[in-house]
């Protein structure tokens, strides 16, 4: 972790973890860790890696102090985004580390169901094409929700293999447009977002 004199964005009005949603947890919990990091950049150190080691109260230094203060701020930001009948999962959690990993594995499962899921997305990435009478924006918009979830699970993806994978997804009516892109070398420097726009132009 940074030091004291570290870049320690402070808390905003807008730093709040927002309501927890038991039906999207991969979401609600991708936003938490932003959240998390807009109020103290060491935030997500201390939720990845624990609470910090304490020493003898006695011998605290001020970055001690520091440490041990961000990760009471992190429960209560987490603590406060969840209703009652789900905040009584947490109630004995020690730490910020404790508390989402509680979480995740009641709300996204354990690590064969996280196994399952990452193998369910890697198939519907493998399989994805467009669909008949689909618009490319709706192609576009069913795509980018795939990676995002692969994300999520931390499959990812280079940018140019997606620009491709799309590319090659695309019906009939795009066909030569696509293989225009292919053989361009603005392909190189494209991502997705891009590759949209330029498809429109």
């Known amino acids: 972790m940074s030091s004291s004199s570290s870049y320690n964005p402070q808390s905003t009005s807008s730093s709040k973890i927002l309501l927890f949603d038991p039906n999207n947890f991969p979401m609600w919990k991708t936003k938490a860790m932003v959240v998390l990091e807009t109020m103290d950049y060491d935030m997500l150190d201390i939720y990845t890696l624990g609470p910090h080691k304490q020493t003898p109260k006695h011998d605290y230094t ?3 102090k520091r ?6 701020k992190a429960r209560a930001a987490i603590g406060n985004a969840l209703p009652y009948d789900i905040y009584h999962l947490v109630t004995n959690c020690e730490s910020a ?7 995740t594995v009641a709300f996204e499962g354990t690590n064969e169901v996280r196994r399952t899921n990452i193998n369910n997305l890697n ?4 399989h994805f094409f467009a669909q008949k009478n689909e618009t490319l ?14 994300r999520r699970l931390s499959i990812n993806k280079h940018r ?4 491709l994978k799309f590319l090659d997804s695309l ?3 795009w066909e030569h447009h696509a293989n225009v892109l292919k053989n361009s070398e603005k392909l190189n420097t494209m991502d997705l977002q891009s590759l949209f726009r330029s498809s429109y132009d």
Not at 67 to 72: A, E, N, R, S
Not at 123 to 126: D, L
């Open 62 to 64: 001020a970055e001690d």
């Open 67 to 72: 440490l041990i203060h961000l990760d009471i």
């Open 97 to 103: 580390k404790d508390m989402m990993e509680t979480l």
């Open 123 to 126: 198939k519907k990435y493998e």
């Open 137 to 150: 924006t709706e192609t576009f918009n069913m795509f980018n929700c795939l990676v995002n979830d692969m």
């Open 160 to 163: 140019s293999e997606l620009v």
């Open 171 to 173: 019906g009939e009516k």
